[in-house]
């Protein structure tokens, strides 16, 4: 198993939701932020979502007003709520996690596949 375990990805008619889990390995420690990337065929990764420590979210244009990023009770936890989900979010989702201390360290998930159907 990876440092990040991601969950929840899976086939939604448009217009429907999902929504996606990450959790952190114990073993990373300090301050970070948490996002979710995504990867379309023949794209590059581009950012979905981020959530940082403090509370600070960022989003994707795209993607405002429907989804939402939150971090979990749990330590190193985030979630993707996903609703209105249109065709051209179908991608493989995956977790990130950037810590804060220097030397920085990056960590991705396995990524999940995500797929909207018209």
């Known amino acids: 198993q990876g440092a990040l375990v991601e969950s929840g990805g899976g086939l939604v008619q448009a217009g429907g939701s999902l929504r996606l889990s990450c959790v952190a390995s114990?073993?990373?420690?300090?301050?970070?932020?948490m996002g979710w990337y995504r990867q379309a065929p023949g794209k590059q990764r581009e950012l979905v979502a981020s959530?940082?420590?403090?509370?600070?979210?960022r989003y994707a244009d795209s993607v405002k007003g429907r989804f939402t990023i939150s971090r979990g009770n749990a330590k190193n936890t985030v979630y993707l709520q996903m609703n209105s989900l249109k065709p051209e979010d179908t991608a493989v989702y995956y977790c990130?996690?950037?810590?804060?201390?220097?030397?920085?360290?990056?960590?991705w998930g396995q990524g999940t596949q995500v797929t909207v159907s018209s």
């Open positions: 959530h940082d420590s403090g509370g600070n979210t």
């Open positions: 114990g073993s990373i420690i300090g301050p970070n932020t």
């Open positions: 990130n996690l950037v810590t804060v201390s220097v030397p920085t360290a990056t960590y």
